[in-house]
């Protein structure tokens, strides 16, 4: 099964007609790590907009909680200091778990909500934290993933057709 | 920018961080070796444990200073940059905690920058939080590294301090022995400490205050916050605490890409929403978004000339069946793009100069419709292409305005390109006014294309047109641009355009498309098609459908009120005075004459490869020879009404068979109403003459012409400025034209070929 699986990235990469959504960073709260919850136009059939703002309230959260100054973040900084910094070679920091966790919860949106919507979610970190990305599939792109898979789950060019007929 | 990026690893910049640190570790060691035993015997034994922590944090920062990844965003990919550069504005607005803030667009990192990111020079990289650029630890101070420059700062100016403090007790203990080694070295070292201490506690105090103000050294050298609030600061508690105690941000460049594996596998899900217009149907996939978006946007009215993209879209229509990849989508309408020469002629200029006229009024033969369909073709993304192999169904079922979202997108593309390639080349062949006519002519065949029936004839106009000019009459105005599309396959539209006010030609293309000529022009259309719908093939069909189509959208999204996709573009210009309107109105037939010689010079030469190909219809009469001028630009356009005629007019839409796109979108840019190529027609045959005769396929098309006539005369005419390319055109002697002649057609065609 694992074979009949693809690196979405890299079909996201090869695939020329995917059209991109994003979704721009919302400074309203000043540099904090914030992202617009506004719906965009584009993605307006695609999926439902309680689930796309859901998923950007989501993100928000965990941002808001990597970006915390609390208790944690102190004795993260105190402990750096004493061991002249060679702490952060040894461990990660509390930032860089919520980006652990959050490309989980990513991955995890991207399998049960907007893989069967044709949506691919991005990383935000992968840009820079500027945008939250929406890869639209393309049609192209459903035939390509069809066409390697090639075994049981995966239909012929021409059944794929259809369904990207039947699905657009 | 490799110059730039290489300032940092230049070996010149080396040198302020190497003195920096030399001059750091070599006093403090010669301290530590010459002062501090006798300081840890005479004072206290704590004394020099305490310096080298000291001076290890100095270090420590130093090298999370100089090491650490200030907070560099990664320059955008492509993708994000939807719009051309050149015309993304170059700053957005935001608002920061009610204080407005400017983002500024970076044309190197291909983004707007977020508030508080600036672009260091040096380094040739966007900075979160971008405080300055540090010479001496050769890097940039930004949003990641700024706690550690400061504490490097304050650890600095602490140690300098205590080195300067125990030295000098060193000294004054051992002044008596000041020329001994020790005493020496303890003199250099506190002279050094002391004369650095200066620039440091300066530097140190004025980054305490920086962080007081919640401001960065960026902001207050450019003092961004003097007058107003700052909305970044915190209060000057939090703002320490914030610099201190922040978690620090994680790097964004060079991060480990975990690949994630999902499957993907259609059929997508889709919200259950109502939507009456059917979507994602081309193969471009999902497309629609942004072309929707792009459809969507009403056209703004451009103020300025745009001569650039005329030339430009000149120079590709020069290239005979080259895909001119020249035509970027434009998300502004056709309709802006054209507003300059609407102006240049209502200014009695000619937008276009004469001599790339002529030029194109001698390349017409060469220039196909190819160029009006390669650019069409080229122009949207490859999309539009497929997009129309699946639009022609839907083209062939919906009446008229049904949007695909697919469609939408590239032919909206398509549509603009192709109305400003068709109008190119109109402007090129007439005196280099640019006008809506060979908008109108384009279109035409695709709003008749989008009908049943008007599908045929318009394949029947596009494959005339293939293999010949794309020259569509100057839509100039009302009349001349159906007359222009009736009559006067080849004839370039430069006679056309020359004295026609392009407001004119919108308005008259607004009036077109409201007015009943319209399904007048269609029986004629139809007996066309009936002839030539069997020489098309359905790709080509299919191409010239999607052309429609997307003309058709484009024309939709041109008008700013919603009207109809063919009116909406002409809506814009329904403002023009209706003076330009009169004074358009007069030029028609002079253009129509010169339009008509070129129309058929243009068709001979175009329809001289594919000759065969239109040797169908009986009624293939060009008009006669006399219609040209004696300028003589071209040779005479076909008749009133003769397949030439429409074959030309189709010419003049796409081009040749290549640029089914181009045909299909002219004719529905001027369907609009599904009656767009009607009106065309009949009012090209009523300028140029209505006893034209005409097989009884044009028949109707006569009758129309004096219904547009009567409606073009309202339209007001611009007093345009005719060129040298506009001689008097009598429209006695078009009408005249003997469309069905037999011998006229063959002196045409030979006269075309």
């Known amino acids: 099964m694992a074979t009949e699986f693809h690196n979405l990235q890299e079909l996201r990469h090869s695939a020329s007609l995917e059209t991109k959504v994003f979704i721009q960073r919302d400074y309203t709260e000043g540099t904090v790590c914030r992202f617009q919850t506004k719906f965009p136009s584009e993605l307006d059939n695609r999926i439902e907009r309680t689930l796309l ?30 061991t002249a910094y060679i702490i952060f070679l040894c461990m990660e920091t509390r930032y860089e778990k919520v980006l652990r966790k959050i490309s989980g919860y990513i991955q995890e949106q991207n399998e049960k909500i907007y893989a069967p919507r044709g949506l691919l979610l991005t990383d935000p970190i992968e840009r820079g934290m500027r945008v939250v990305s929406f890869t639209v599939l393309s049609v192209q792109l459903e035939i390509s993933i069809f066409e390697d898979q090639g075994s049981g789950t995966s239909s012929p060019s021409s059944s794929s057709m259809s369904s990207t007929g039947s699905a657009r | 920018m490799p110059a730039s990026s290489a300032d940092s690893l230049k070996p010149s910049a080396f040198i302020p961080v190497c003195t920096a640190a030399s001059l750091l570790v070599g006093s403090t060691s010669l301290f530590f070796v010459f002062t501090c035993p006798w300081l840890a015997v005479t004072i206290c034994p704590a004394v020099p444990p305490c310096c080298a922590i000291l001076f290890l944090f100095v270090l420590a920062n130093f090298t999370m200073a100089t090491f650490m990844d200030a907070g560099v965003l990664p320059v955008a990919k492509g993708d994000e940059d939807k719009d051309d550069d050149f015309r993304a504005p170059l700053y957005k607005n935001v608002h920061v905690k009610g204080v407005q803030v400017r983002m500024k667009w970076c044309t190197s990192c291909h983004f707007y920058r977020p508030p508080r990111c600036s672009h260091c020079s040096v380094c040739d990289h966007c900075v979160e939080d971008f405080d300055h650029h540090c010479p001496w630890v050769n890097n940039c101070i930004g949003r990641r590294n700024y706690r550690y420059f400061f504490l490097f700062l304050l650890s600095l100016t602490f140690h300098m301090i205590s080195v300067f403090t125990f030295g000098l007790i060193y000294i004054l203990h051992y002044r008596d022995d000041l020329w001994k080694l020790h005493c020496t070295v303890t003199l250099v070292v506190i002279s050094i400490s002391g004369l650095f201490l200066i620039p440091v506690l300066g530097l140190t105090g004025f980054h305490l205050y920086l962080v007081s103000r919640g401001r960065t050294t960026n902001e207050q050298v450019t003092g961004k916050f003097q007058g107003g609030r700052n909305p970044f600061t915190r209060g000057c508690c939090d703002n320490l605490e914030y610099l201190v105690c922040s978690p620090i941000s994680p790097k964004y460049t060079a991060r480990p890409y975990k690949k994630t594996v999902i499957h993907v596998q259609p059929p997508f899900l889709r919200p259950v929403i109502d939507r009456q217009i059917p979507v994602k149907r081309t193969s471009t996939g999902a497309v629609e978004p942004s072309d929707i978006k792009q459809v969507k946007t009403p056209p703004p009215l451009p103020p300025k000339p745009d001569h650039g993209l005329l030339k430009h879209k000149l120079a590709a229509m020069n290239e005979m069946g080259h895909h001119t990849k020249s035509i970027n989508p434009v998300s502004i309408p056709t309709v802006p793009q054209l507003r300059p020469v609407l102006e240049a002629i209502s200014r009695g200029s000619s937008p276009i100069p004469p001599e790339q006229l002529l030029k194109m009024s001698e390349q017409q033969g ?146 077109r498309d409201h007015s009943p000529p319209f399904p007048r022009l269609m029986p004629r259309d139809l007996a066309s098609q009936s002839i030539t719908s069997q020489d098309l093939t359905p790709p080509v069909l299919a191409r010239r459908d999607m052309t429609c189509q997307s003309v058709r959208d484009s024309l939709r999204d041109l008008g700013p009120q919603g009207l109809t996709p063919h009116m909406s573009a002409a809506a814009c210009y329904d403002n023009f005075s209706k003076t330009m309107m009169a004074s358009v109105h007069k030029r028609q037939e002079m253009e129509e004459r010169d339009r008509m010689l070129h129309l058929q010079a243009r068709s001979q030469m175009l329809y001289g490869p594919d000759v065969g190909i239109y040797d169908i219809p009986s009624r293939r009469s060009l008009p006669p020879d006399n219609i040209q001028p004696p300028a003589c630009r071209g040779p005479t356009p076909p008749a009133y009404g003769s397949r030439e005629f429409l074959m030309s007019t189709g010419i003049h839409g796409y081009g040749t068979r290549t640029s089914p796109l181009s045909s299909s979108s002219t004719l529905s840019l001027t369907r609009g109403p599904k009656t767009s190529s009607s009106p065309l027609q009949s009012s090209s045959s009523s300028l140029q003459g209505k006893d034209r005769p005409s097989s009884p396929t044009y028949h109707p098309s006569e009758r129309q012409p004096q219904l547009l006539l009567s409606s073009t005369s309202t339209l007001p005419r611009i007093p345009s400025s005719s060129t040298s390319y506009t001689p008097p055109m009598p429209p006695i002697p078009l009408q005249s034209d003997p469309r069905s002649h037999s011998p006229l057609r063959g002196r045409t065609l030979g006269a075309l070929k």
């Open chain 1, 53 to 82: 703002e859901e998923t950007v309230k989501t993100l928000n959260s965990y941002y808001v909680e990597a970006e915390k100054i609390g208790g944690q973040s102190y004795l993260e900084g105190c402990l750096a200091c004493a």
């Open chain 2, 366 to 511: 060469n220039n196909k419709g190819p160029d009006l369909c390669s650019e069409f073709k080229e122009s949207p993304v490859g999309g539009s292409e497929q997009g129309g192999l699946s639009v022609q169904p839907s083209l062939q079922t919906n009446s008229s305005l049904q949007l695909n979202s697919m469609t939408l997108n590239s032919r909206s593309l398509t549509l603009k390109q192709g109305i400003i390639s068709s109008s190119i080349r109109v402007a090129s062949h007439s005196s280099s006014k640019f006008s809506y006519d060979s908008i109108i002519n384009t279109v035409d065949p695709q709003f008749l294309a989008q009908r049943g029936p008007p599908q045929a004839s318009y394949r029947f106009m596009t494959l005339s047109t293939d293999g010949t000019v794309v020259q569509r009459p100057p839509p100039h105005t009302y009349n001349p641009v159906f007359r222009g599309a009736n009559r006067q396959p080849p004839q370039p539209s430069l006679q056309g355009l020359t004295s026609r006010d392009p407001s004119s030609s919108f308005q008259g293309f607004s009036q």
